[in-house]
């Protein structure tokens, strides 16, 4: 039985189909490609670095290519570690910081009962018996027992943690070694490519993905990276006790748009201004003004029309992007939209309209 479908008809069809393929893959083929698809990334500064010390020093493409991966590993190992010493002790510092806050919460929570008490004309203690048993640290409180619950949760996770560390481990080791191959035999694979059936559609796709990548991957870590260093040393100027912390949590906050540096700084300005501490206030202004101009000159520069979304297709596609994948949709929401939008590009230019 023939079904005539209309032209609009057909259009969507193929978007649809397309949609499902884009999906599809990224639900589940691109979590399996994510090592080959660093060591492409990798392999595109170290390739033309490698191949300078080849002519100029006559060392092989992989020696080289291994020396440059062996300093990159060394300088990000030696970065992590010194945020992760600082951010350890300043947890530490503040975790030992807990009690004496837990205390004043306590004390402010039970000013509140006795208030509350005297306004509802309630028999002393009503009110603040409850709350005394509620928030009780010691031994058989229900403040001790949830804290229980909770190193009980921590512990119960550990043999999680520690697969995830093997596995993680795995996927470095993988990593490096499809880097080296990727550096040494790029010629040969781009001719594999050429000689494939389907190679228009994967260099479409390919070009649509670094286009992306290049624009929004690394402005977005740019900003991050320089979000976190401004808030670290205006936190370190003002001497916050915990600035790497704090720093850190903003930067990986103003990565998500949804939150931004404001979900920290502006509820932080806003009590530091309640409780007259002036230059406090404005020195979170200053940090959180810094931010902002940085984020805007950097999209504006790195960013642009490269993408080729406007900004409320783009906050659509990451939103729906973080529905479907999770955290990791906020970047293959924005990509997977380019591309069902590059396929029908394909296929209006080879209708020839």
């Known amino acids: 039985m023939n079904i005539n ?26 979590p399996l490609l994510i090592p080959f698809l660093i060591a492409v990334l990798l392999s595109i500064p170290i390739r033309p670095l490698a191949r300078f010390f080849y002519r100029k020093f006559h060392i ?27 951010a350890l002790e300043q947890l530490t510092l503040l975790w030992r910081h807990v009690p004496a806050w837990w205390q004043g919460c306590c004390d402010w929570l039970l000013d509140c009962c ?45 043999f999680q943690g520690i697969r995830m560390g093997i596995e993680l481990l795995v996927t470095v080791f ?54 976190m260093g401004i808030c670290t040393g205006g936190l370190t100027i003002m001497g916050n006790s915990y600035p790497v912390l704090l720093g850190i949590l903003i930067g990986l906050l103003d990565a998500l748009p949804i939150f931004g540096v404001g979900t920290v700084l502006w509820p932080w300005i806003a009590v530091s201004a309640l409780g007259g501490k002036l230059w406090q206030t404005v020195g979170l202004a200053v940090i959180y003004g810094i931010c902002s101009l940085v984020r805007e000159l950097m ?46 590009k394909a296929e209006r230019e080879e209708g020839g309209e």
């Open 299 to 344: 999209e504006a520069r790195y960013m642009g029309d490269r993408i080729g979304l406007t900004a409320l297709e783009n906050l659509i596609s990451m939103y729906v992007g973080m529905q479907l994948f999770g955290l990791l949709g906020l970047f293959l929401g924005p990509m997977g939209y380019l591309l069902i939008k590059e396929a029908g």
């Open 114 to 158: 006795d208030q509350m008490e005297q306004g509802l004309q309630l028999s002393r203690g009503t009110i603040r018996s409850q709350v005394v048993r509620f928030t009780d640290l010691g031994e058989g409180g229900l403040g001790a027992n949830a804290l229980a619950g909770v190193m009980d949760g921590l512990m119960s996770t550990s």
């Open 5 to 30: 479908l209309t032209e609009k008809q057909k259009i969507l069809l193929r978007t649809a189909g397309m949609t499902a393929a884009v999906y599809l893959i990224f639900k589940y083929l691109i």
């Open 174 to 227: 993988v990593t490096i070694g499809a880097t080296l191959i990727t550096t040494t035999q790029l010629e040969e694979i781009k001719r594999a490519i050429d000689r494939s059936r389907f190679r228009e559609e994967i260099w479409r796709i390919t070009r649509t993905l670094a286009r992306v990548g290049a624009a929004y991957g690394k402005t977005q870590l740019l900003i991050m990276l320089l979000t």
């Open 60 to 86: 092989p493409i992989g020696v080289s290519a291994g020396i440059l991966l062996a300093l990159l590993g060394a300088f990000l190992a030696g970065g992590f570690f010194w945020l992760g010493k600082s």
